[in-house]
């Protein structure tokens, strides 16, 4: 397929536990974003990649919250010790330079915390 | 100043009816407007954007208006089919600039048959 690549789909894991969230961009899309997104609720910026630069993390809730980018192309993003406020959906996007619009969008992974 | 504000939160029309959803904005430096629809366990999708160099836009029966004077803007959707309904989000950004996208809440469409 050629669009952006989430996984998993779901996750339902207890509170405490590590989780991490995977993102396959499109082919070529050098930008890359992770957003959360409440039920009901708009899109809660988290973190922004774009190629080699210092990835922009102005957006990450607390320092539970970490993402990594390899090679340029998948990332990771990483929830220590889950709480229960962190149930959401983690939405990722990518864009190609250089006006980085518009964003192309997952499906997402909906992160349940029990 | 970074804000966008959208309005209704949600709202109901007859199929074949106008729906409106209307956003407004402070930061005279944005330069880009989209529109994205969202369908239940989907991510957004670009529907329909507009740059402040015309004051309309429109594709098939979705046209953006904007009003620059005002600092605002909206998305109208003719003929309102039951396959619309979903939750639609208006963004603002700086192109050149700024990759950051300011997201509206979102307003839930429903098209009653």
């Known amino acids: 397929g050629a669009g952006v690549s989430q996984s998993p789909s779901n996750k339902v894991t207890e509170k405490g536990k590590d989780v991490e969230l995977r993102c396959d961009p499109i082919s070529g899309h050098t930008a890359l974003y992770w957003y959360r997104q409440s039920l009901g609720q708009g899109l809660e910026f988290l973190i922004y990649f774009q190629g080699n630069s210092a990835p922009d993390k102005s957006g990450l809730p607390s320092d539970r919250f970490s993402a990594e980018r390899t090679g340029g192309s998948v990332s990771t993003l990483t929830i220590q010790r889950t709480q229960q406020e962190d149930s959401a959906v983690y939405l990722c996007?990518?864009?190609?330079?250089?006006?980085?619009?518009?964003?192309?969008f997952g499906d997402g992974t909906r992160l349940s915390i029990l | 100043q970074q804000q966008v504000k959208q309005s209704p939160q949600s709202l109901i029309v007859q199929k074949g009816g106008i729906s409106i959803i209307n956003c407004a904005y402070e930061n005279t430096a944005f330069d880009y407007f989209p529109w994205y629809q969202q369908f239940p366990g989907k991510g957004p999708a670009l529907l329909i954007a507009?740059?402040?160099d015309v004051s309309e836009k429109k594709e098939g029966r979705f046209t953006i208006s904007f009003n620059k004077s005002a600092k605002q803007f909206s998305l109208h959707i003719m003929d309102s089919q039951p396959g619309d309904s979903a939750t639609y989000f208006c963004?603002?950004?700086?192109?050149?600039?700024?990759?950051?996208?300011?997201w509206g809440a979102g307003t839930k469409l429903i098209i009653k048959p």
């Open positions: 996007a990518s864009s190609r330079r250089p006006l980085n619009q518009p964003q192309h």
């Open positions: 507009i740059r402040p």
């Open positions: 963004a603002a950004s700086i192109m050149d600039s700024n990759y950051q996208l300011i």
